[in-house]
């Protein structure tokens, strides 16, 4: 036998020798620790309440007042919105002001070039100076004109008078006239009778004519007014600020000097920005919520803080598109932080109820889409799905099912908790803080 086979089997030996020790050692157990073990205490059992018993903290539902309110977002707008037009063809002569700039009633803005407009006021004058003229007269008179007065008709009316005298001394010398002058005089008195109502009807005539003349020297006038675009005069009042003047913002402007606008092209925007309109559109479900009065919480990306609305239009008609009706409230803003455009989000406060169950934020349990607390009932839970409603960053309404002022609910230590756990008051119950 070789030295390689010897030590091969020698190996193969001392294995199945340490296999068949540590069997039997397993077997029969550590002799040399056989009494240590049998000296040891028997491991100690807790009761039910000590080994299954879970720690949790828990608060009672605080019946408070709380606002009910219609989540909805929409446009600021200006209070009026204004696109100023031209009202006569010209030339940007002057930009009297630009965007941003806030302009009290009346204000000029553009002035258009005044030349061709003042050579028709020119114009129109010499036509009615023409007028007047025919008639006799320098200046139209403040009062109505008596047609017998004027010189025409003067004169139409003196030769009539003569030629009705020379027929009546005809018609007295009997005999001594013959037909022949007769019919002279008389065909004279009918001619003069004839001029005298031409004159009449002239002289009325001139007077239409002057006083269409007078139109066109108005008119004239007025174009040569219109080439100064002004800021329009408002008639009504701010709501709410009836002692604050209005004053215009320039939105946009749409001309620049040396530019060529017609009558009717928008030459600016202004926007009344002190009080702001926000148009929302509000389901039809909510038609009978909805009251003139009502007030709103307004929020817009530029402030953390919310701004204050009034609900002051109520549109009549619900859009068959999209079943939603419009609503319109005011908004404050002499200070001008708001601006027209902006999107915002408004809280309508549609009424107060004043017993409203509520419980702290920690004590939903939320899971699989199911909201739920845990309702602490001797000492056991009941799981409970509920229905959230209004909540603050302290605490949130119990809208379904109704619970009872006395109810305690499971704030901490409910993540370990399943219908009927037992459990363990860690704490006396707390209360929360003091309604507001």
Same mark, same amino acid.
């Given at each position: 036998?070789?030295?390689?086979?010897?030590? =091969?089997?020698?190996?193969?030996?001392?294995?199945?020798?340490?296999?068949?020790?540590?069997?039997?050692?397993?077997?029969?157990?550590?002799?040399?620790?056989?009494?240590?073990?049998?000296?040891?205490?028997?491991?100690?059992? =807790?009761?039910?309440?000590?080994?299954?018993?879970?720690?949790?903290?828990?608060?009672?539902?605080?019946?408070?007042?709380?606002?009910?309110?219609?989540e909805v977002v929409g446009t600021l707008h200006g209070f009026e919105e204004v696109s100023l037009a031209a009202k006569v063809d010209g030339r940007v002569l002057k930009l009297l002001h630009d965007v941003a700039e806030q302009?009290?009633?009346?204000?000029?803005?553009?002035?258009?070039?005044?030349?061709?407009?003042?050579? =028709?006021?020119?114009?129109?004058?010499?036509?009615?100076?023409?007028?007047?003229?025919?008639?006799?007269?320098?200046?139209?008179?403040?009062?109505?004109?008596?047609?017998?007065?004027?010189?025409?008709?003067? /004169?139409? %009316?003196?030769?009539?008078?003569?030629?009705?005298?020379?027929?009546?001394?005809?018609?007295?010398?009997?005999?001594?006239? %013959?037909?022949?002058?007769?019919?002279?005089?008389?065909?004279?008195?009918?001619?003069?009778?004839?001029?005298?109502?031409?004159?009449?009807?002239?002289?009325?005539?001139?007077?239409?004519?002057?006083?269409?003349?007078?139109?066109?020297?108005?008119?004239?006038?007025?174009?040569?007014?219109?080439?100064?675009?002004?800021?329009?005069?408002?008639?009504?009042?701010?709501?709410?600020? /009836?002692? =604050?003047?209005?004053?215009?913002?320039?939105?946009?402007?749409?001309v620049a000097e040396g530019s060529f606008v017609r009558t009717g092209s928008e030459v600016a925007r202004l926007v009344i920005d002190q009080v702001l309109k926000l148009r929302v559109q509000i389901p039809e479900r909510h038609?009978?919520?909805?009251?003139?009065?009502?007030?709103?919480? #307004?929020?817009?990306?530029?402030?953390?803080?919310?701004?204050?609305?009034?609900?002051?239009?109520?549109?009549?008609?619900?859009?068959?598109?999209?079943?939603?009706?419009?609503?319109?409230?005011?908004?404050?803003?002499?200070?001008?932080?708001?601006?027209?455009?902006?999107?915002?989000?408004?809280?309508?406060?549609?009424?107060?109820?004043?017993?409203?169950?509520? #419980?702290?934020?920690?004590?939903?349990?939320?899971?699989?889409?199911?909201?739920?607390?845990? #309702?602490?009932?001797?000492?056991?839970?009941?799981?409970?799905?509920?229905?959230?409603?209004?909540?603050?960053?302290?605490?949130?309404?119990?809208?379904?099912?109704?619970?009872?002022?006395?109810?305690?609910?499971?704030?901490?230590?409910? %993540?370990?908790?399943?219908?009927?756990?037992?459990?363990?008051?860690?704490?006396?119950? %707390?209360?929360?803080?003091?309604?507001?």
């Amino acid at each position: 036998m070789s030295l390689k086979r010897l030590f =091969s089997w020698f190996g193969m030996a001392s294995i199945t020798l340490l296999v068949f020790v540590g069997g039997y050692w397993l077997i029969a157990g550590n002799p040399f620790h056989q009494r240590e073990r049998e000296a040891l205490p028997p491991w100690p059992t =807790s009761s039910v309440e000590q080994s299954d018993a879970a720690a949790v903290t828990v608060a009672p539902v605080v019946h408070r007042a709380v606002e009910r309110r219609i989540e909805v977002v929409g446009t600021l707008h200006g209070f009026e919105e204004v696109s100023l037009a031209a009202k006569v063809d010209g030339r940007v002569l002057k930009l009297l002001h630009d965007v941003a700039e806030q302009l009290p009633p009346g204000e000029p803005i553009i002035e258009l070039d005044p030349t061709d407009f003042l050579l =028709s006021v020119r114009q129109a004058e010499k036509a009615l100076e023409v007028e007047l003229a025919r008639l006799g007269l320098k200046a139209v008179p403040d009062k109505e004109i008596d047609i017998q007065q004027l010189p025409a008709v003067v /004169q139409a %009316s003196v030769r009539l008078e003569n030629s009705r005298l020379r027929l009546d001394r005809v018609r007295k010398a009997g005999g001594a006239a %013959s037909p022949e002058d007769i019919s002279e005089r008389l065909t004279e008195t009918r001619l003069a009778e004839s001029e005298l109502e031409n004159q009449i009807i002239l002289a009325k005539t001139s007077l239409v004519s002057i006083q269409l003349k007078q139109e066109a020297l108005a008119l004239a006038k007025q174009q040569l007014i219109d080439t100064i675009i002004r800021v329009p005069s408002p008639s009504q009042k701010l709501p709410g600020h /009836q002692s =604050s003047p209005i004053t215009y913002t320039i939105s946009h402007r749409s001309v620049a000097e040396g530019s060529f606008v017609r009558t009717g092209s928008e030459v600016a925007r202004l926007v009344i920005d002190q009080v702001l309109k926000l148009r929302v559109q509000i389901p039809e479900r909510h038609t009978a919520d909805i009251q003139l009065g009502q007030k709103a919480s #307004v929020l817009t990306a530029a402030y953390p803080e919310p701004f204050v609305g009034t609900v002051t239009r109520i549109f009549p008609v619900v859009d068959p598109v999209n079943r939603t009706f419009e609503v319109e409230m005011l908004i404050d803003n002499l200070d001008r932080r708001l601006k027209p455009g902006s999107f915002a989000k408004a809280s309508i406060i549609i009424r107060l109820d004043e017993q409203a169950p509520t #419980v702290p934020l920690e004590a939903i349990s939320y899971f699989a889409g199911v909201n739920k607390i845990y #309702v602490l009932q001797g000492q056991t839970v009941r799981s409970v799905p509920v229905s959230l409603g209004e909540q603050s960053t302290t605490w949130v309404e119990i809208r379904e099912p109704a619970l009872p002022k006395e109810t305690l609910v499971v704030v901490s230590g409910w %993540s370990k908790l399943v219908d009927g756990s037992t459990v363990r008051v860690r704490e006396p119950a %707390s209360t929360l803080p003091t309604p507001r």
